[in-house]
């Protein structure tokens, strides 16, 4: 069982709060799940199936997606609207379902932001739950992974996996067009095809003893099948939805506190920067059922 959802020095960390000694009190709201356009839906997807119960908040910065190739500063004023504008819609706990916002503004927000905005909320990663559930695929010890270009620039993932696998050898492969492929909608079509072999013929280049290929993007698993098809059998993927979804509730698990202050009605809401048509569309593909979506403004 995945016990942490930690980026660097702090993610899922089982630290309490005052907010979790008036949870009575508390108005309960939805988990906050944000990405900066549709590859969070992933996320999302594995944590409703896994606990549909509770309530969900989905925010989508499609309009400004991709945030793969935008730097660091920009990235983290981006995030930081987004997680304003979750905490303002009344969530207590946020979830960055975005693996470049997780590695290029989680830790700023929450060691400087959170505690002028609310010490008694939360804002949660996706990188340290994959990292966790490495050990239990790779024979090797020799990891690949797969990411935006900021992703990739951030050193996160080496980062995490050599904090608790330093005998791990980690390989990494930045793939720039892998998301506007998927945000797209040309995941599945054959000009994906020439992108997808080529970054999966570089990274097996640079370490023929790969056995394990961590997709470091909540949009990739929409390329796993295509991916498969150019990877042997010997070569397992690693997907983040369920692993991620796992660590939510065992940290909830473990913090009962902030349960109390997530709402369990089974609803779900959507909203994007974008065209809320164009994004019920192409949710509706991700999460195969229809969804009716919502536009804002963040800044």
Request: a negative charge; hydrophobic letters at 35%; one cysteine or more.
């Amino acid at each position: 069982m995945v016990k942490f959802f930690i980026l660097l020095p702090c993610t899922f960390h089982p630290v309490s709060c005052a907010l979790h000694k008036q949870s009575v009190m508390t108005k309960q709201a939805p988990i906050g799940v944000f990405d900066s356009g549709y590859g969070g839906l992933t996320i999302l997807d594995k944590i409703r199936e896994l606990m549909p119960e509770y309530d969900y908040l989905y925010l989508g910065d499609n309009a400004r997606a991709p945030y793969g190739s935008r730097s660091f500063e920009v990235v983290y004023e981006f995030t930081l609207q987004a997680v304003r504008y979750l905490f303002n819609e009344g969530c207590h706990l946020v979830i960055l379902a975005c693996n470049t916002a997780s590695a290029k503004a989680l830790r700023t927000i929450q060691q400087r932001d959170l505690p002028q905005i609310n010490p008694e909320n939360r804002v949660l990663g996706v990188i340290r739950p994959t990292v966790e559930s490495i050990p239990g695929l790779t024979k090797t010890n020799h990891i690949g992974v797969l990411g935006t270009p900021g992703t990739i620039a951030s050193g996160s993932y080496p980062i995490e996996i050599h904090k608790l696998f330093p005998q791990a050898v980690v390989t990494v492969e930045a793939c720039p067009m892998w998301v506007p492929l998927v945000e797209n909608g040309e995941y599945d079509k054959p000009g994906a095809d020439y992108f997808v072999k080529k970054h999966l013929d570089r990274i097996l280049n640079k370490d023929v003893h790969i056995d394990t290929l961590v997709l470091g993007c909540t949009h990739y698993p929409l390329l796993e099948d295509k991916m498969k098809s150019y990877l042997p059998d010997s070569i397992r993927i690693l997907s983040q939805g369920q692993h991620v979804a796992e660590s939510l509730k065992d940290y909830l698990r473990r913090h009962p506190e902030m349960d109390a202050c997530c709402s369990k009605k089974t609803s779900c809401r959507f909203l994007t920067t974008e065209s809320p048509e164009k994004f019920s569309d192409m949710a509706s593909v991700f999460l195969n059922e229809p969804v009716d979506a919502e536009r804002i403004i963040l800044g």
